[in-house]
């Protein structure tokens, strides 16, 4: 080769380096911007996100499915603003409010005493020794609150018994907010994931109520508290579907990562925050270790550790396909695609005929063409580490992307095409995904849990909400008899 090629081809590769660095750069910069300096959402954060946000209590966090949990890359944010040594919540000197009962209430209603708690004589005709007054206030028009006011009599009978009227149940106190505000702002806060404060602000804007943002957190307990036993009936009936769905997506809370699993079908959804990802989290959650029905997933290990009829998530596979085409251009994994959802289409057409399962020759030309093809995608793929092996001069090559699906695809082909052979196994895990998306949604909203508890709450309490809208009940009646502690009713498909 001539000094005058040497030299032109130098000075090409010059250029390119050139180009190379300037790229390089140019991704660096990308890779080390936060939304705390640069105009990007918190939302593309990940797991470095802090654990901070200025009006919510208990909110979630940031959390993309299948981001590098340590995301080592990303620089550690750095909030500008100045820190205090002030504790949490109201400052030594803050103005506090404080429900008062009113001198005209809109509604008065006499609680009578009837007979004797000891003796049973009527006391009909005994004349009251007085009154005790309780007053609930609950939403009226708009720019109005509307007082009820219950006065219980209370009289003495000739026995010497001192007898009071009842209150109606859940009217506990001299003064309190009713069911029907309590629901309202459970319902603002999770189910359509208004955080505490501006909770507040929606009552004191529309109807001139002092409902502050620890009053809307108490209700939130209140109504965890309610839902124990919800939480257990919703156990009960997954423990004995047929089908189930899982999943799991990282959450924030106390400054550390969590994790959300779900589990559930088409009536039930059961939520379940741990520290853990793996079998330590899903055996606290208390189903999986006797569950013998199908267990729909996306291949994560630890669901393989339970002897339960696993079948995997066909929406994963081909959105692995589709990276594969899309950047290596592989025309057996598009093939392979195409494959997969005629099956599925097969699948829905029997099943309106009223099938239960595709007829065998269509399954065993279906099983073959996927054996094949599978095959000479996997020789094509050891023949190019082959390849890479000997012009890299090493004795071993990393397995590709491609390769290691392939081999998956292969070593699992009767969970992947269980669907075939039962029309009640789903095609993919999609409903799980649906599910977790509202953790998602709320954690895009306001960023973390500032507690475990905040998000114990939000578990159990979208548990319901989401297995009652399955069901086709009103979301915000099922939350009206929660916060009455109704919650153990014939409810969610129990009737």
């Not at 579907?241 to 559930?264: C, F, K, N, P």
Request: charged fraction near 25%.
């Amino acid at each position: 080769m001539s000094t005058e090629t040497l030299l032109k081809e130098n000075a090409q590769l010059r250029i390119r380096v050139a180009c190379l660095e300037e790229r390089c750069r140019e991704l660096e910069e990308r890779v080390s911007k936060n939304s705390q300096n640069s105009s990007k959402p918190p939302s593309s954060d990940g797991y470095q996100k802090p654990c901070k946000s200025s009006d919510s209590t208990d909110n979630p966090a940031d959390t993309d499915e299948g981001a590098d949990a340590s995301n080592n890359d990303k620089p550690n944010p750095k909030s500008l603003r100045q820190s205090s040594d002030n504790k949490s919540g109201g400052q030594k000197g803050h103005q506090g409010t404080c429900l008062k009962q009113v001198d005209n209430p809109n509604y008065i209603e006499f609680l009578q005493v009837k007979e004797c708690h000891k003796c049973q004589v009527s006391l009909l005709d005994k004349e009251s020794v007085k009154y005790i007054e309780r007053q609930v206030f609950e939403p009226g028009k708009l720019g109005e609150f509307e007082v009820t006011a219950y006065k219980a009599e209370v009289k003495i009978c000739t026995c010497g018994c001192k007898n009071q009227a009842k209150f109606p149940e859940g009217v506990t106190a001299a003064v309190q907010y009713g069911p029907a505000t309590q629901a309202v702002a459970v319902y603002l806060n999770q189910y359509d994931f208004v955080p505490y404060k501006r909770v507040s602000e929606y009552f004191n804007t529309l109807y001139k109520m002092s409902v502050s943002a620890g009053t809307v957190a108490n209700f939130v307990a209140r109504t965890d508290e309610n839902l124990a036993s919800t939480e257990e009936v919703i156990h009960d009936a997954l423990q004995e579907t047929a089908v189930a769905g899982v999943d799991e997506t990282g959450m924030r809370a106390e400054g550390s990562l969590y994790w959300l699993h779900v589990m559930r079908d088409d009536q039930w959804t059961l939520y379940y925050l741990a520290e853990k990802r793996g079998r330590e989290a899903m055996d606290a959650m208390g189903i999986l270790l006797t569950f013998a029905g199908v267990l729909v997933h996306d291949h994560w290990k630890s669901y393989f550790s339970y002897a339960a009829v696993h079948v995997l998530c066909n929406a994963h596979h081909l959105r692995e396909l589709l990276g594969i085409v899309d950047r290596y251009g592989n025309q057996l994994a598009l093939r392979l695609m195409k494959l997969l959802r005629l099956s599925w289409h097969y699948c829905k057409g029997f099943k309106t005929i009223g099938m239960l399962q595709m007829p065998g020759v269509t399954h065993e030309r279906i099983e073959k063409i996927y054996d094949r093809l599978l095959q000479r995608a996997l020789t094509k793929e050891v023949a190019y580490m082959e390849k890479q092996r000997q012009e890299l001069g090493r004795k071993k090559v990393k397995n590709t992307k491609a390769y290691n699906l392939f081999k998956r695809l292969i070593e699992f082909k009767t969970e992947t095409l269980r669907f075939m052979s039962d029309f009640t196994i789903p095609f993919d895990n999609n409903g799980s995904e649906r599910d977790i998306r509202m953790a998602k949604l709320k954690r895009k909203i306001t960023g973390c849990f500032r507690s475990a508890d905040g998000g114990a709450f939000f578990a159990r309490i979208r548990s319901y909400l989401s297995s009652a809208r399955k069901q086709g009940m009103d979301i915000y009646q099922s939350l009206f008899r929660a916060v009455q502690n109704y919650s153990n009713m014939p409810l969610l498909g129990a009737e």
